[in-house]
């Protein structure tokens, strides 16, 4: 029997956003993975009309506090998620991936 209530979206890289677009926090997820805590957030494209997921950096996740997770999610689209892109710098072999986040009026 199929449920028609769930919904499967798309989930991408963070490095596959569009940097210095902005997207609307729809839903924040925080969870506890095989890897450590991670924060699964719900973004919305509004130029393209989709809806799809993706993680934010563990930095990020380890330093979001609950409390602004759940208010995140109580706003009701009113925050936003920026992609600025790979840092210049190298850690460890890897670049970092640098979001901001920002507060619809």
Known sequence: MLNN???F???RKISALTVGKIYIIKKIVSMTTRFGKNILVQLHDETHN???ET???KRVAETLP???VASMNQSEGKY???YLGQSSQ???GNTRSLVTFGCLE
């Open 5 to 7: 209530d769930l919904e």
């Open 9 to 11: 979206l798309e989930r």
């Open 50 to 52: 989709v809806t799809f």
């Open 55 to 57: 993680f934010l950096p």
């Open 66 to 68: 609950e409390g602004v």
């Open 80 to 82: 936003t998620l920026t």
């Open 90 to 92: 190298v850690y460890f």
